[in-house]
């Protein structure tokens, strides 16, 4: 059972390029969020998608883009890196119900 | 809209000792209530919840929190800390009854076991 599933796990960038931030999980969740997390800073909500076919901005959100590609797929796109966007990157899941959530493993990203 | 306070950044305490984590909440009704820890290059995992009903919940590797509605506090315990409980810990919010179930995040407090 893996769970949740998180691509790349690290990953640098030129201040410019572009890069898509894959997650997938296994446990038939509904809802999905993206976080990023920097020092001193706990975790910050970029999206969410609470089903299969809807998205919706969370506390953060300027410079990224989001798909929910099916019930098990929720992708993350920077268009354009910024230093700002240096970070690490969580997506998480939950039962419809519960909020409680399951993490992935996060993706180190650097932006130069 | 909810927040999160965790008032201490960091703290040390001796291995076998015991341990309280501190975590205050600000929002209009009782929100659900959960702690998480992360470990150095990991994700997030789930300790306990809370979400109405008896105010002590018991959650994994022995941890315990307590809810006090008059304090707005959610605070975490543990008898007695092992060397292997050294790790992040993060308190988190959910309003009850919103879309999806957002979660807003404390800044974390930091706990280092002593020998």
């Known amino acids: 059972n893996a769970g949740v599933t998180q691509t790349p796990k690290f990953q640098v960038l030129k201040t410019g390029q572009s890069m898509t931030l894959q997650c997938a999980q296994d446990m038939n969740h509904n809802s999905m969020y993206w976080y990023r997390q920097d020092p001193g800073m706990g975790l910050r909500l970029i999206y969410y998608?609470?089903?299969?076919?809807?998205?919706d901005k969370g506390e953060v959100p300027n410079g990224y883009n989001v798909s929910r590609l099916n019930k098990r797929e929720f992708s993350l796109r920077l268009e354009s890196a910024a230093p700002s966007q240096t970070s690490v990157y969580f997506c998480?899941?939950?039962?419809?119900?519960?909020?409680?959530?399951?993490f992935g493993s996060g993706t180190r990203l650097t932006v130069v | 809209a909810q927040s999160v306070t965790q008032p201490d950044i960091h703290i040390t305490v001796s291995e076998g000792a015991s341990l309280e984590l501190r975590c205050n909440y600000s929002?209009?009704?009782?929100?659900?209530l959960f702690w998480y820890v992360q470990s150095p290059g990991q994700g997030l995992q789930l300790l306990l919840k809370?979400?109405?009903?008896?105010?002590l919940v018991q959650g994994i590797k022995g941890f315990e929190a307590e809810f006090k509605r008059s304090q707005s506090s959610f605070n975490l315990r543990k008898p007695s800390v092992h060397w292997s409980d050294a790790a992040e810990y993060f308190c988190a919010v959910v309003a009850p009854n919103t879309n999806a179930g957002k979660s807003t995040f404390g800044d974390g407090t930091t706990l280092t076991v002593k020998p």
């Open positions: 998608s609470a089903s299969e076919g809807t998205t």
């Open positions: 929002y209009g009704a009782t929100p659900y």
């Open positions: 998480a899941s939950s039962e419809e119900g519960d909020y409680g959530y399951t």
């Open positions: 809370y979400f109405s009903g008896d105010t």
